[in-house]
C-alpha cells in the first residue's frame, strides 16, 4: 500500500468534524496562543520518535512486550520531582518485574508528560440542580463545579506545554542521570510498598539482579560500567485530544521530510474520537510517530480493518498498537473476530490490553472504582485469546500512580469499598497504587512465561 499523504496537511483535520470538540469562548485568543505554540521548542525529536517505532516494530514481531502507563489525567496542581519519580520507579519495577520472570525486554511508555485532555461522555454535569460544561482535563478547564473554573481557557494550552516541558526535563534526568541504573534495583522499591507480599517479591527478585551483577563482575565485567545498564529508554504518550494542541506543536522533520506530532513519542487516539472521516483519524493518519488506537466493544471488523488501512497505509510493523479495552464481560465475544481478521488479512499490528477502561463502575460512597480482580480477569482472557489464536499478546496499558492511593478495590492492598475515601486523589478514573501496579506486573509476568513457553515458533 502506498502512502497516501500528498493530500495532508496538519490543518486538514479541520475540514473534519471532531467529535468532543471544546467550544472555545474567545476564538481569537484561541488562535494566539496556538501561534505562540508554534513557535515553541518541540518536546521531542523526530529520531526518538523513529527509535521507539523501532522498538515497537520488536514488539509486533513478538520479540518484545510494551508496558503503557501512568495517569488518566495529569493534573496542574501535582507536577512535583516526587510524584514524578514515584511514577517512574512504579514503572521502572513493573518493568524488572516483566523482564526478569519472563525474559522478554520491556518497552516503557508513560502517559505522563501531557496527559491532559479528558473525552467526557456527556459534555454536562448536573449537581443539585445546578448544570454546568463537564471537566475536560486541565488542558481546557478546572475540575471545581463553578461556572468560572469549567469554562474553556486557551492559557491552559501554554500551561500544559510548560507543565510537560518541566516533566520531560526530570524524566530524562531520572532515566539518564543515574537513578534508573540496574545496580540501583532496590532504590525503586517505595517504603510502602517495600513491606507487602508484592514488594518482598520484588526485593527478591532485586537480590537476584544485584548477585547477577557481582558474579558478572567477579568474572571480570562490570556491567555496573556498561551504557546500557546506566538509564533505560523511557517514552511519553498522551490521547491526542485537543487537535489545535497537537498541530502547533507538529514539526517537519529536517532529515527525512516527514511531520512529526513533537509533543509526544507516540499519540494514541481515542474510543470515542476514532471515526473514520472524523478529524482525530485524519490529523494523526499524517504524523510519523508510532500511534494508538484504543478499541472498545462497539468497534466493528470492516470498520477496524479500514481504521488500521487509512492509519497505516505501508503495513509497517510498529507504525499501530491496537489498545483493546472491552471489559471483563465483553473481551472473550468482541475481541477475537478483530483480532482474527487482521492476522487473516495480514496486517502489521501490535495488540496491547487495556483492562481499567471497560471495567469502571461507581461504588456505594459516589466514587468512580474499578476491581483489580476484574482488571486482572480481563487481562488473563486478553492473553489466553490471542495466544490460541497464534497472535502476540504485545501489551499492557494501564492508569497507575507511585502514590498510595486508594481508588481501586482489590489487589495487593486489598483495598474495599469503605477505603475508597481515606486517599482517593484522582482528578479522573481510578488509578492502580503502587503495589496493586506490582502485584498486576507479577501476574502478566505469569502469563507472558505460560504463552511464550507454550508457544514454541515464536523464539523470544
Ligand atoms: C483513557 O485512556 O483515559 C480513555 C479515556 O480511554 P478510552 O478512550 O479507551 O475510553
Ligand atoms: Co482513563
Given at each position: 500500500m502506498e502512502k497516501s499523504t500528498h493530500d495532508w496537511s496538519p490543518s486538514t483535520w479541520r475540514t473534519r468534524d471532531a467529535a468532543q470538540d471544546v467550544t472555545w469562548p474567545d476564538e481569537a485568543h484561541l488562535a494566539r496562543v496556538e501561534s505562540d505554540l508554534a513557535l515553541k521548542p518541540p518536546l521531542v525529536f523526530a529520531g526518538e520518535a523513529r527509535r521507539l517505532l523501532d522498538h515497537l516494530e520488536l514488539v509486533a514481531h513478538g520479540k518484545s512486550f510494551l508496558l503503557q502507563a501512568g495517569d488518566c489525567a495529569e493534573s496542574f496542581d501535582e507536577g512535583s520531582a516526587d510524584s514524578i519519580r514515584d511514577k517512574l520507579k512504579v514503572i521502572l519495577q513493573m518493568a524488572v518485574a516483566l523482564t526478569y520472570a519472563a525474559g522478554v525486554p520491556v518497552i516503557k511508555v508513560g502517559?505522563?508528560?501531557?496527559?491532559?485532555a479528558k473525552p467526557r461522555s456527556d459534555e454536562y454535569e448536573e449537581r443539585d440542580g445546578q448544570r454546568l460544561l463537564a471537566f475536560r482535563g486541565h488542558i481546557v478547564n478546572g475540575e471545581e463545579f463553578e461556572v468560572s473554573a469549567r469554562r474553556p481557557d486557551p492559557e491552559r494550552l501554554l500551561a500544559a506545554y510548560h507543565q510537560s516541558v518541566a516533566t520531560l526535563n526530570l524524566l530524562r534526568a531520572f532515566t539518564t542521570g543515574g537513578f534508573a541504573a540496574l545496580s540501583r534495583v532496590h532504590a525503586w522499591n517505595q517504603e510502602f510498598v517495600a513491606n507487602s507480599l508484592e514488594g518482598k517479591r520484588y526485593e527478591v527478585v532485586a537480590d537476584e539482579i544485584e548477585r547477577a551483577l557481582q558474579f558478572m563482575k567477579a568474572c571480570g565485567i562490570d556491567l555496573h560500567d556498561d551504557g546500557a545498564l546506566q538509564g533505560v529508554d523511557f517514552y511519553t504518550s498522551h490521547e491526542a485530544l485537543i487537535l489545535h494542541y497537537e498541530q502547533a506543536l507538529t514539526r517537519r522533520d529536517s532529515l527525512t521530510g516527514d511531520w512529526y506530532?513533537?509533543?509526544?513519542?507516540m499519540l494514541w487516539i481515542g474510543d470515542r474520537t476514532?471515526?473514520?472521516?472524523g478529524a482525530h483519524v485524519e490529523f494523526l493518519r499524517g504524523v510519523s510517530n508510532p500511534l494508538g488506537l484504543k478499541v472498545g466493544p462497539t468497534m466493528g471488523v470492516d470498520e477496524l480493518l479500514r481504521l488500521v488501512d487509512v492509519l497505516n497505509p505501508e503495513n509497517r510493523a510498529g507504525r499501530l498498537t491496537l489498545i483493546a479495552r472491552m471489559g471483563d464481560q465483553l473481551v472473550e465475544e468482541k475481541l477475537p473476530p478483530l483480532v482474527e481478521s487482521l492476522r487473516a488479512a495480514g496486517r502489521e499490528v501490535v495488540w496491547a490490553c487495556d483492562p481499567m477502561h471497560g471495567n469502571t463502575f461507581v461504588a456505594s460512597g459516589g466514587q468512580k472504582t474499578r476491581r483489580f480482580d476484574d482488571v486482572l480477569s480481563e487481562t488473563s482472557k486478553f492473553f489466553e485469546l490471542l495466544s490460541s489464536m497464534g497472535t502476540w499478546p504485545g501489551g499492557l496499558h494501564v492508569e497507575l500512580t507511585g502514590d498510595n492511593v486508594t481508588e481501586c478495590l482489590g489487589g495487593g492492598s486489598r483495598l474495599n469499598e469503605g477505603d475508597l475515601e481515606l486517599n482517593y486523589t484522582s482528578i479522573c478514573d481510578p488509578r492502580l497504587n503502587a503495589t496493586q501496579s506490582l502485584d498486576m506486573a507479577f501476574h502478566v509476568a505469569e502469563f507472558l512465561q505460560r504463552y511464550s513457553a507454550g508457544n514454541g515458533a515464536r523464539s523470544l
Open positions: 502517559r505522563i508528560a501531557g496527559q491532559f506530532d513533537c509533543s509526544a513519542h476514532r471515526q473514520l472521516d
